[in-house]
């Protein structure tokens, strides 16, 4: 089939590139010619395992291609996908601007019958949004054409995109046509050998599957922050808890590991735009406000921790292993690391950090601060520091030579936002340990 996507952000890259490995033509379109070049020069701008290897192949095969020409990827298509971003508006609701705008852009250059496919996260609605752009633009032309809309929301996680794209679950479609449902069939045959993973809906139904997913997870994860905080009360280790409840079958491991918070592009966004699209329609949505409350208090328990520990951290050198949000990625969206670096420097600390893949994201952000030092392995982030704060969870930070860190930190203090280390080994080795719910600033601090 002829596809096109457009946006080549994290989700339009990855959903072309899989699409075109299993023979699909496959043009992604951006206005960002500059990202456009990049692309076209074999660079991938984004880090996903196995994405760039993906990417080379499939240009190199002459099934994947990159334009900024929008009437050569409208006109040359049969199927469309919509996977512009839907950052998030001042109020918390998704920003549709960039979804419409590409809608009427279809409408201003398709010459025959369309299948438009809404792949970024958007709103209960947002197809029939959609839809009507697309007719608008068509009858500015004074042209009438056949089209079809449907949801097909993407559920990939960021450091498994490709896995979760290739072999996932489910695949949901929201749609009330069999025409659609035909091409959608299709599209996605090469990845529906097995059992039949496509799972047809309403497009409502769908567009709210997408939402209603993300804030099940993060609702996990703030529950079991909520868990630890009070396990540090209780004078309880909530690993031992962790254990405890995740044998049920009924609740499982996934998603119930407490720490620092959740950050990313997903779950912060499509919670706030989830309990937005509630209010919109005259329900308070409790619990969707607490789970993101919850997760903003988590972000701030790194700071307050180091402060407990140290007191006046003004002056102090502290290392931060970890800037991503999460491992596998080099996406700094809502993380963690940031909630704890800006607090640091508000108060005239120094910090000294590395990630195995976010440093370039980083400075990005922050640029040349003198409060601020990238360094280039983990080894180096510990050399003249007070304490270590560990704020992501990659592999590089799990095995670690105790008795060298304590000889490094002046503090001898090691603040976990991860529950990576077991409590006894630290404190054998000298160390101030403290974690995420493990009741252990009593009994490793002095009094």
Request: glycine share 8%.
């Amino acid at each position: 089939m002829n596809i096109s996507v457009f946006g080549t952000g994290y989700v339009g890259l990855v959903a072309g590139a899989c699409l075109a490995d299993v023979g699909h033509q496959v043009t992604c379109m951006d206005i960002n010619a500059e990202r456009i070049a990049r692309l076209e020069a074999g660079e991938v701008p984004i880090y996903e395992p196995g994405l760039t290897e993906l990417v080379t192949q499939n240009v190199a095969a002459g099934r994947l291609h990159f334009t900024t020409d929008t009437a050569k990827a409208v006109k040359e298509s049969e199927l469309i996908f919509i996977a512009v971003g839907t950052p998030p508006d001042e109020d918390g609701s998704a920003d549709l601007r960039h979804v419409l705008a590409v809608a009427h852009s279809i409408g201003e250059h398709m010459d025959d019958y369309k299948l438009v496919i809404d792949k970024s996260t958007v709103p209960v609605g947002t197809a029939e949004k959609v839809q009507a752009a697309i007719a608008g633009a068509l009858s500015v032309r004074d042209v009438s054409l056949d089209f079809d809309v449907c949801s097909n929301p993407e559920f990939m996680k960021e450091g498994a995109a490709i896995e979760d794209f290739t072999r996932g679950a489910r695949i949901v479609v929201g749609t009330d046509s069999e025409h659609v449902e035909t091409r959608m069939r299709a599209c996605y045959a090469p990845y529906n050998r097995n059992h039949d993973k496509l799972m047809f809906m309403s497009v409502r139904a769908a567009e709210l599957t997408k939402y209603a997913a993300n804030a099940m997870l993060a609702t996990k994860i703030s529950f079991m922050n909520e868990m630890a905080n009070l396990a540090e009360r209780l004078d309880v280790d909530v690993e031992e808890v962790r254990r405890g409840i995740g044998s049920d079958p009924r609740i499982g491991y996934h998603f119930i590991y407490p720490g620092c918070g959740y950050g990313g592009s997903c779950f912060p966004k499509d919670v706030q735009a989830l309990e937005r699209t509630a209010r919109e329609h005259g329900y308070h949505p409790a619990l969707l406000s607490a789970v993101e409350q919850v997760n903003h208090q988590q972000k701030q328990t790194l700071f307050a921790k180091l402060q407990s520990a140290l007191g006046d951290v003004s002056g102090k050198t502290i290392a931060v292993w970890g800037l991503a949000f999460k491992p596998n990625t080099d996406d700094m969206r809502e993380a963690p690391s940031r909630e704890l670096m800006e607090a640091l420097w508000a108060t005239g600390a120094k910090v000294q950090a590395y990630d195995p893949e976010a440093m370039a994201e980083c400075r990005r952000l922050y640029g040349d601060r003198h409060d601020l030092i990238l360094t280039f392995d983990r080894i180096q982030a510990i050399k003249g520091a007070d304490a270590l704060v560990i704020c992501t969870e990659w592999k590089a930070f799990r095995s670690v030579d105790f008795a060298w860190l304590a000889g490094e930190l002046s503090e001898k203090l090691v603040i976990d936002g991860r529950n990576l280390y077991d409590v006894e080994d630290m404190t054998a080795a000298g160390l101030r340990y403290v974690g995420v719910g493990r009741n252990n600033l009593r009994s490793t601090l002095p009094a």
